[in-house]
């Protein structure tokens, strides 16, 4: 027999590991869609997707951990349309939807930033930007530079895509500053704080032109890729302590 956690002990064990009292959110952290009282099969994935949600109906899933949840602000609020044919099935199969956003990003070893950073060989040695979200480090293994084809091979490599990229012409990186998924307007504080490269997952129009003014190295490496790591550390993570079972589900994003 497989071990089960009450729902109501794991939601708290999330709360207490990611503490999202500590940000200021545009969605609700934690619980979103309330389903069975116990958990033994959970599974993560980047975005609660009428795709994840019946890959979780099929694998039989008391839980969905996830990193883009289902509501936002600014959203109209009414289920209808893709919201009810999202939400109908979670309800109907009494599955729980646990959503985190930023506090996932941030979280110190198993958030998106952390995990990246273990993936790039980078070391995170102080932060940036709007609640400290933003990592700025050096290479992990002691060199003091790292030119910018050696980053985009291994950026390229671990994310199996190849990121887009402007600007830094011949730089040698050496502050190297990364902010997980949608963070382009992170990219004027990265500039700031003294970064030669800026990874995140997209870019907007702006970045390119202050990439080219700033000689800064922009390197737009897939929003779905880089957000593909914090999910599934943080649920494993949790699934271990409580000998649950625990699948992380890709469903592939070109974004
Ligand atoms: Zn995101």
Same mark, same amino acid.
């Given at each position: 027999m497989m071990?089960?956690?009450?729902?109501?002990r794991f939601v708290q064990a999330c709360y207490e590991l990611l503490q999202p009292q500590r940000f200021k959110d545009y969605c609700p952290n934690g619980l979103q869609v309330q389903g069975r009282d116990q958990i033994s099969r959970i599974i993560?994935?980047?975005t609660a997707s009428q795709? %994840?949600?019946?890959? +979780?109906?099929?694998?039989?899933?008391?839980?969905i951990f996830v990193h883009h949840g289902l509501f936002w602000r600014g959203q109209?609020?009414?289920?209808?349309?893709?919201?009810?044919?999202r939400l109908a099935p979670l309800l109907k199969h009494d599955i729980n939807l646990i959503a985190y956003h930023l506090p996932l990003d941030a979280h110190?070893? %198993?958030?998106?930033? +952390?995990?990246?950073a273990q993936l790039w060989g980078l070391l995170g040695v102080s932060r940036f930007g709007d609640q400290d979200l933003g990592v700025l480090g050096v290479p992990a293994d002691g060199v003091v530079s790292l030119s910018a084809n050696v980053l985009i091979e291994r950026v390229s490599r671990q994310l199996g895509r190849t990121p887009?990229?402007?600007g830094g012409d011949g730089r040698e990186l050496k502050k190297i500053a990364w902010c997980s998924g949608g963070a382009?307007?992170?990219f004027e504080a990265a500039i700031d704080a003294g970064a030669d490269v800026f990874l995140t997952g997209e870019m907007s129009e702006p970045q390119a032109h202050l990439a080219r003014e700033t000689g800064v190295l922009y390197l737009a490496c897939g929003h779905h890729a880089t957000e593909r790591y914090g999910a599934q550390a943080v649920a494993g993570h949790l699934a271990k302590q409580f000998g649950l079972?625990?699948?992380f589900v890709d469903i592939d994003n070109p974004a």
């Amino acid at each position: 027999m497989m071990a089960a956690v009450t729902t109501d002990r794991f939601v708290q064990a999330c709360y207490e590991l990611l503490q999202p009292q500590r940000f200021k959110d545009y969605c609700p952290n934690g619980l979103q869609v309330q389903g069975r009282d116990q958990i033994s099969r959970i599974i993560s994935g980047v975005t609660a997707s009428q795709a %994840l949600i019946e890959a +979780a109906i099929d694998l039989k899933a008391d839980a969905i951990f996830v990193h883009h949840g289902l509501f936002w602000r600014g959203q109209s609020g009414a289920v209808t349309g893709w919201m009810k044919k999202r939400l109908a099935p979670l309800l109907k199969h009494d599955i729980n939807l646990i959503a985190y956003h930023l506090p996932l990003d941030a979280h110190a070893e %198993l958030g998106n930033n +952390a995990q990246l950073a273990q993936l790039w060989g980078l070391l995170g040695v102080s932060r940036f930007g709007d609640q400290d979200l933003g990592v700025l480090g050096v290479p992990a293994d002691g060199v003091v530079s790292l030119s910018a084809n050696v980053l985009i091979e291994r950026v390229s490599r671990q994310l199996g895509r190849t990121p887009v990229q402007v600007g830094g012409d011949g730089r040698e990186l050496k502050k190297i500053a990364w902010c997980s998924g949608g963070a382009q307007s992170y990219f004027e504080a990265a500039i700031d704080a003294g970064a030669d490269v800026f990874l995140t997952g997209e870019m907007s129009e702006p970045q390119a032109h202050l990439a080219r003014e700033t000689g800064v190295l922009y390197l737009a490496c897939g929003h779905h890729a880089t957000e593909r790591y914090g999910a599934q550390a943080v649920a494993g993570h949790l699934a271990k302590q409580f000998g649950l079972h625990h699948q992380f589900v890709d469903i592939d994003n070109p974004a």
